[in-house]
């Protein structure tokens, strides 16, 4: 079945990075655009980056453009963010999704926490 | 930057009862929208994508409708386990605010 497996997340102090993954099953990863989503504790989502399904577009949101690099390995059907200049507010559950008429499935999410 | 705007934020219904949910985006996303159902402690499930095409699995009693900036879900007879966060989408990026539908 198709299936979307995050991991990479955790406690990073403000300023610091940490590279997200997220491992695609089930499906043939190479066709499919990709994205992340976040959600801060108790807020609603916010779309953070997508990419298409050869990696030539990529969208940012305004939030994290500039210290945010999503990439994709077809070869190994995986989905990267890198995030640099973390700040508080981006801790979150970070989901990948895979996108076709909408995002769909959802993998079930790492925590980010950004604090000294 | 398209916005969306969800109302009601709060929805209080009864089992049984009828759920209209609304999105509204700041300009025209033409019919590229998509519904989403949260519940505690899970990843969001794809409802409805292309305003109105319900997605697989999904209950004949949820649709949508809408184009352009006015769009709305719609639950036909509520059931308790769609007691729940709805969220919109537009184009696979913004999200609205969400609506908490929760029981009465």
């Known amino acids: 079945q198709v299936q979307l497996v995050e991991s990479g997340g955790g406690l990073v102090k403000p300023g610091g990075s940490l590279r997200l993954s997220c491992a695609a099953s089930?499906?043939?990863?190479?066709?499919?655009?990709m994205s992340w989503i976040r959600q801060a504790p108790g807020k609603g989502l916010e779309w953070v980056s997508y990419?298409?399904?050869?990696?030539?577009?990529?969208y940012y949101a305004d939030s994290v453009k500039g210290r945010f690099t999503i990439s994709r390995d077809n070869a190994k059907n995986s989905l990267y963010l890198q995030m640099n200049s973390l700040r508080a507010e981006d801790t979150a559950v970070y989901y990948c999704?895979?996108?076709?008429?909408?995002?769909?499935?959802w993998g079930q999410g790492t925590l980010v926490t950004v604090s000294s | 930057e398209i916005v969306l705007t969800q109302s009601p934020a709060t929805l209080s219904l009864s089992p049984g009862e009828r759920a209209t949910l609304s999105c509204r985006a700041s300009?025209?996303?033409?019919?590229?929208l998509a519904w989403y159902q949260q519940k505690p402690g899970q990843a969001p499930r794809l409802l409805i994508y292309?305003?109105?095409n319900r997605a697989t699995g999904i209950p004949a009693r949820f649709s949508g409708s809408g184009s352009g900036t006015d769009f709305t879900l719609t639950i036909s007879s509520l059931e308790p386990e769609d007691f729940a966060v709805y969220y919109c989408?537009?184009?696979?990026?913004?999200f609205g605010g969400g609506t908490k539908v929760e029981i009465k």
């Open positions: 999704a895979r996108d076709h008429h909408g995002s769909d499935p």
């Open positions: 089930g499906f043939t990863f190479s066709d499919y655009y």
């Open positions: 990419i298409s399904s050869s990696g030539s577009t990529i």
């Open positions: 300009q025209s996303v033409s019919s590229y």
């Open positions: 292309d305003a109105s």
């Open positions: 989408q537009q184009r696979s990026t913004s």
